[in-house]
């Protein structure tokens, strides 16, 4: 499989032939173990799994393999990091999770060479307690409607025919057999796809503009910064199908008639780097970028540039600033960026799953893209959803479809029990976004309704909170993000931010008058439209949303001085519950402080001195017994 | 910034009920300016780029093409067109004003600019919490732009968000600096200073000789750095600093003199005063 | 960053400079690319690099400055050999970051931000590493460690302190002081 060092696809037949090649050789009819390799599954030790994996598969005698017929693949992430380190066998899609490198021989020896169903391994379905074999049979991925993400975690990133045999590189090939620019143009626009970036811009309007603005070259740009915290599609999708995104970037370059295309990668996605490289790198090689791609007169090779770790350079003109080797300081859009962007040439920038979607749309058609979805947004929308549900991950569903459906139905519902964990709130969108009550969890999610509701689509994180996240401490945290994060070029967003966390720290404190909460509205108002650019723009959202949803967590605060929610430390203090202590002392060697005494030993009971306690609550967090209680 | 194609003829707009004559390609406030109108700035300045960031000069922009929809725009970077409408003192407009400046005088509540466009808003005291040790930068960037066009970019921006501050290389004297003033100048709130005392200057802890005039040997207002950098950069004749003001004043007047008596004596051709210049 | 933390700067040896602005055209646009193959080169931005970096690429150093210092990817200062970056993004957040980071910080007696003076850890808070729904998580250099509990997080510090794996921990010398080892000590006690 040393795919790099196969010839150049001289024309677009040749390549068609060598793809329809793939799908009848060994290869394809292969069965798959498939490893996931994402950074989800790597922290939980997949990498150690995938080394046993290969150790045992190699030393099985050379007769059975054969017989076997098996290969190994290294993928992208599955999507369900939580329950990694995951491997599947494919075709037949047995799903197992949380394979440690001791489950290996077994694995390999009844699973793989036995063809049994070892059913310890398998997903145990929260609501019947029933173990689940089947991949698709699984709640998580059964509710989930995959278009963007639909290749990742059933190929190995890194090999160019693995994309190849999932018809990769079909839609360019596509295009460039005949059709013109303008075609893929009017493609796009029909599709009516939006920015998956946040904004939810029409992306062949965008597309047009460029293309009719003044100036050359154009340049071509993709938007995988994903700075909001809680999001980590992109990620997977530049891990797990970077392919997809090259070729999505080929088709728009080709529609727009340039040659350059760069992609913007997150610093602190190291692994997204590598697997881009990668595949740029094999695409050249096969005529798939660069000079005279399949042999037609297009002409169009990426360059990647690693961001600096900046939030604020995910804004578009900030991101042309990094690229140009500036500081990310936004500018003013009175002139749009397909005018004036990168280099003060016409540029398009686009999100990663933007761009993914493109090649699925002309392949499949505008039609068909644009029957999915809602009236104005159309196609799917993949949310990273984490905090406290049961099934954390990657979730790509259909626009449209309700909170409820994504948080209770795929996400499994609540991950703790009882009334602490009953849901609160839902943050979408980041730091621009906001937090929606239960009683929005009916919303049907598009572009539209979440704004509509005081929130935003944002890049696609989806927090689920309980009732031990408190919501001033949410708003608080966002706005202390936000000012760190903040360029500090325009003064609504730079001091205005920054005296919105000075009040609600206030209010956190105990410190807070009803003025306060007059106050930071007013402010909110001056910041979200005085403010130069999104960041600062949309920088009181939470704030605005908990207010909205959760005024009375605030009031409580202030009045009451309480923090419902447990969290604010000034509001609160921590004690041991005697009659639930069994004097294990977890506690004591937890406590940072010594703020713990007591000698159960001799008789004493732990007593928490709250002088000394400062509140971290690691005590609480390592009793087995939930002795440690916070009032 | 950019230009908008219009072509060039000039055009009409409304700001505050009145019709204003604006040009293609410039801004939104030069053209009210020119019909005197005032827009409150901080971070404009005719000698750089405008730039956007004190948010001072924003307006409410409208046209009856956009069905009641209205936007507020930094006149400074907004470019004029034909039938805008423009109002500079509405509600929306006075409301970032205020705290806009509420917001810079918690930042520099010493500072009298501040203080004064701050009452003019009815804002007599800051309603946010005062900056510790505060100083006078309200970070508008007109320091570090033009020393970065008519200079060096000896400092710049440092960090950023809630920590930016203008700033030199690792907070020492910055080796790039020709002492030319011009960030000290341009400075709406006297943050930058610096001293002068016989023919050394100091600014940002730098120290540095003054230019002497090639006469008398009085110091001339530009260092020798900066002289060096006007030859070498700009490309500027070192005759144009090598003497003093009066100096110079002299010189040109001998000049004239010399001028006038041959003129008086019928002769028509000039004496060539360089060359005399010179030859002293 | 508080004086005792203030790490020893050792000497730079700017070969290591040339080689990386060889792998760039001398062009302004690469000055973050540079620095970042600096930062990964030396573990922080040396005040030499910059200068010879300002030259070669025609940036005024003032600019290079201001960019080493704009974004969160660059030190002025020597990192640690082992930086523990503690993700403090929203989902992370709300699963108890803020008590990984205050057990890291108590544990490794340094703020975050800074670096431990025998350079052996540095600490680090971070938005969102893409790593969710493992919360909390901590990266260590480039590996994610999920779920995180205070235990783990002690054993990560231990682990480290042990320099078994870090790139030339063999020749720092072990202060018996170190916060490391005391951390360890107070959980043995
Ligand atoms: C502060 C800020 C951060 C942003 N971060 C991102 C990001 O990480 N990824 C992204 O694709 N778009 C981000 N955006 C949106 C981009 O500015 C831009 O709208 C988008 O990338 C355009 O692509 P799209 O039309 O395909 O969505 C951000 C915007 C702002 C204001
Ligand atoms: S709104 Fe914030 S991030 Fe945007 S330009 Fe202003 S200071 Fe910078
Ligand atoms: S003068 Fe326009 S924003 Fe400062
Ligand atoms: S919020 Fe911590 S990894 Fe994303």
Same mark, same amino acid.
């Given at each position: ?14 390549? +068609? ?19 996931? +390799? ?74 793989? /060479? ?58 360019? =090939? ?143 003109? =900030? ?116 937090? +929606? ?94 403010? +130069? ?99 | ?94 409301? /970032? ?184 | ?47 030499? =690099? ?106 990560? /510090? ?21 916060? =490391? ?9």
């Amino acid at each position: 499989m040393a795919e790099t060092a196969q010839a150049r696809f001289a024309s677009v037949e040749a390549f +068609l032939r060598h793809a329809a090649l793939l799908k009848t050789s060994p290869e394809a009819t292969q069965r798959r173990v498939l490893v996931c +390799l994402g950074t989800g599954c790597m922290a939980s030790g997949a990498r150690e799994v995938a080394a046993a994996l290969e150790r045992a598969l190699a030393a099985l005698p050379a007769e059975r393999r054969v017989a076997l017929n098996l290969c190994m693949k290294k993928t992208g992430c599955h999507g369900f990091c939580e329950k990694g380190p995951l491997v599947v066998l494919w075709p037949e899609a047995t799903f197992y999770k949380g394979v440690k490198p001791k489950d290996v021989p077994e694995l390999v020896e009844r699973g793989i /060479v036995g063809g049994e169903v070892i059913e310890r391994l398998l997903y145990v379905d929260p609501k019947t307690g029933k173990p689940v074999e089947k991949y698709g049979a699984i709640d998580f991925y059964a509710r989930q409607t995959r278009i963007a993400m639909r290749n990742i975690g059933l190929m190995d990133p890194a090999n160019l025919d693995d994309y190849l045999l999932r018809d990769g590189y079909q839609a360019l =090939a596509k295009v460039l057999a005949g059709w013109s620019p303008e075609q893929v143009l009017k493609e796009i626009e029909q599709a009516k796809l939006r920015g998956r970036g946040g904004g939810g811009f029409d992306a062949g309007r965008k597309w047009r503009s460029c293309k009719s603005a003044k100036g050359t070259p154009r340049y071509l740009i993709c938007n995988g910064d994903e700075g909001d915290p809680g999001a980590f599609m992109d990620r997977s999708l530049m891990e797990g199908d970077p392919h997809g995104v090259i070729e999505g970037m080929a088709i728009a370059a080709f529609a727009l008639e340039t040659r350059e295309g760069t992609i913007y990668v997150r610093q602190e996605y190291p692994l997204a780097v590598e697997h881009l490289e990668r595949a740029i790198a094999d695409a050249r090689a096969r005529g798939l970028l660069g000079e005279r791609i399949l042999g037609t007169d297009f002409s169009f090779d990426i360059q990647i540039a690693r961001g600096g770790g900046a939030f604020v350079c995910g804004e578009s003109s =900030a991101l042309m600033r990094s690229v140009e080797g500036k500081v990310g300081e936004p500018r003013a859009k009175y002139v749009h960026a397909t005018d004036k962007g990168l280099w003060d040439k016409p540029t398009v920038l686009n999100n990663v799953e933007t761009f993914v979607n493109v090649p699925r749309i002309v392949e499949k058609g505008a039609a068909w893209y644009a029957s999915i979805g809602t009236a104005r947004s159309k196609g799917t929308k993949a949310f990273a959803l984490t905090g406290k549900v049961k099934n954390t991950g990657l979730v790509e569903v259909e626009m449209g479809t309700s909170l409820r459906e994504i948080i209770f139905g795929a996400g499994g519902g609540m991950l703790v029990d009882g009334p602490k964990g009953a849901f609160k709130a839902v943050q979408t969108g980041g730091p621009s976004g906001g937090c +929606l009550p239960e009683s929005l969890l009916d919303l049907p999610v598009d572009f539209d309704s979440l704004t509509d509701a005081g929130s935003m689509m944002g890049s696609g994180g989806m927090i689920v909170m309980d009732h031990s996240t408190c919501m001033v401490d949410v708003a608080r945290y966002f706005l202390s993000f936000l000012t760190d994060e903040s360029c500090g070029k325009c003064v609504p967003c730079r001091e205005g931010l920054y005296q919105m966390y000075r009040i609600l720290s206030r209010i956190a404190e105990g410190q807070g008058t009803e003025a306060d909460l007059a106050k930071i509205e007013d402010l909110s108002q001056a910041v979200a439209v005085g403010s +130069l650019c999104a960041l600062g723009k949309s920088g009181p959202t939470p704030v605005l949303s908990t207010l909205r949803y959760f005024r009375h967590e605030y009031e409580a605060h202030i009045k009451e001085k309480r923090c419902p929610a447990g969290v604010c430390k000034a509001l609160i203090t921590y004690s041991i519950d005697t009659s639930a202590c069994d004097g294990c002392g977890a506690c004591l060697a937890a406590c940072a402080s010594d703020a713990i005494t007591g000698t159960p030993k001799k008789g004493e009971t732990f007593q928490i001195n709250t002088l000394q306690c400062d509140k971290c609550g690691a005590c609480a967090a390592v009793c087995k017994r939930g002795a440690v209680a916070i009032s | 910034m950019s230009e908008v194609n219009l072509g060039d003829a000039p055009f009409t707009m409304t700001i505050d009920g009145k019709r204003v004559e604006a040009r293609p390609g410039e801004m939104v406030l030069a053209a009210a300016k020119r019909a005197g109108i005032a827009i409150p700035t901080l971070c404009e300045h005719k000698a750089v780029e405008s730039f956007g960031s004190c948010r001072l000069c924003m307006v409410e922009v409208t046209k009856a093409a956009w069905k009641g929809w209205k936007g507020l725009m930094t006149a400074c970077l907004y470019p004029a067109a034909p039938d805008l409408i423009i109002e500079t003192q509405s509600e929306r407009v006075l409301h /970032v004003r205020r705290n806009v400046l509420d917001l810079l005088l918690a930042r520099c509540p010493d500072s009298t600019l501040i203080q004064r466009l701050a009452a003019e808003h009815g804002v007599q005291q800051t309603s946010f919490s005062v900056r510790e040790q505060p100083d006078l930068c309200i970070l508008c960037g007109l320091c570090v732009r033009i020393c970065e066009s008519a200079a060096t970019s000896a400092i710049s921006t440092v960090k950023r968000g809630h920590h930016r501050e203008i700033g030199t290389p690792w907070g020492g004297p910055p080796p790039a600096c020709i002492g030319c003033l011009a960030c000290a100048h341009v400075c709406p709130t006297g943050h930058i200073t610096f001293e002068e005392h016989g023919a050394t200057r100091a600014i940002w802890g730098r120290s540095f000789e003054l230019q002497r005039c090639a006469e008398c040997g009085a110091p001339l207002p530009i260092t020798v750095e900066q002289a060096s950098f006007l030859v070498e950069r700009q490309a500027l004749d070192a005759s144009y600093f090598s003497r003093c003001e009066s100096c110079q004043r002299r010189a040109t007047a001998q000049t004239f003199g010399r001028l006038a008596r041959w003129q008086k004596l019928g002769l028509t051709q000039e004496p060539d005063a360089r060359q005399e210049g010179g030859k002293r | 960053m508080s004086a005792q933390s203030q790490p020893q700067f050792p000497p730079v040896d700017l070969a290591a400079t040339e080689a990386i602005l060889a792998r760039y055209a001398a062009e302004p646009k690469h000055l973050i690319s540079v620095l970042q193959d600096l930062q990964l080169h030396y573990r922080y931005l040396p005040r030499e =690099a910059l200068e010879r970096v300002g030259a070669a690429l025609g940036v005024p150093l003032a600019k290079v400055y201001g960019v080493a210092t704009f974004y969160k990817a660059f030190s002025l200062t020597p990192r640690g050999e082992k930086i523990l970056r503690v993700c403090t993004g929203t989902a992370c957040h709300i699963r108890g970051a803020p008590l990984i980071l205050s057990e890291l910080q108590s544990r490794l007696k340094i703020a975050a931000g800074e670096t431990t003076p025998d350079l052996r850890f540095s600490l680090e808070a971070v938005n969102c590493v893409g790593a969710c729904a493992l919360a909390p998580v901590v990266m260590e250099n480039d590996t994610a460690h999920g779920n995180l509990s205070v235990t783990k997080v002690r054993r990560l /510090v231990r682990s480290g302190a042990a320099g078994s794996r870090g790139r030339g921990s063999a020749e720092l010398p072990r202060p018996d002081d170190s916060p =490391a080892k005391k951390a360890e000590e107070s959980e043995e006690s």
